[in-house]
């Protein structure tokens, strides 16, 4: 038999579908315990039963937007494995955005609200539950869009992306030498629920199973931080970062 992972308890956010549930399932087959919230409990409950036995696995219902609710839901999951988590996955998002200054402020606004300042919240309370225990692994979830500003309806959410990764920066500076450990995920095109509207032929883009699995690969190495899939987006990271604005621009 396997040993159990060193990270066993697993609190994920967005977990009602896309990267969040696919996560779920891909470390529940690793022997993870689990812990999922999102707003949607009927999705949650019917990726538990999809899950079955082997491993824990609790359902939470949780808008990440409801900064009070966010401390009690994590205090709650915690007890319910035990009195602690080891890891807790910042991935609940949001991706609607439109060119700043067209009279859209309303959806900005709330995919500045969810991505950033909801993202904050969850990462102060898992960094109490960490900080109380002495250890502990927190993962953030990125964008390949924070490399860059971005045009169009992009602004926003790549300006969010880019700010959870410095948030997560931050917080990997400040425990530094610790066992905690701060991890940022960059994933690139990977389907999703929130770019079903997306073409199918869009280039680059992987399937949830295969892009997930990079991302669960790269979080369990628990390296700082990671383009996901590694091909070719390792090497883009670069490129978004240097080339010229003109050509970012052409490319968003």
Known sequence: MSPAPRRRRILITGASSGLGAEMARQFAAKGHDLALCARRVDNLERLRDEIGGGVSVTVHALDVNDHDAVFTVFRAAAEAHGGGLDRVIVNAGLGKGAPIGTGRFDANRETAMTNFVAALAQC??????????????????????????????????????????????????????????????????????????????????????????????????????????????????VVMRHAPLQVIRRLA
């Open 124 to 237: 102060e309370a898992a960094m109490e539950l960490f900080r109380g225990a002495g250890d502990g692994h927190l993962v953030v979830i990125s964008s390949m869009s924070a490399m860059r500003g971005l045009p169009r309806a992009l602004t926003t959410y790549a300006a969010t992306k880019a700010g959870i990764a410095a948030l997560a920066e931050g917080i990997r500076a400040d425990v530094l030498g610790t066992p905690i450990r701060v991890t940022t995920i960059y994933p690139g095109y990977i389907r999703s629920e929130m770019n079903d509207q997306v073409a199918q032929s869009t280039p680059l883009m992987v399937s949830t199973e295969v892009g997930v699995r990079s991302i669960v690969g790269a979080v369990e190495r628990e390296v700082a931080e990671a383009e996901t899939p590694a091909w070719p987006w390792r090497p883009l990271g």
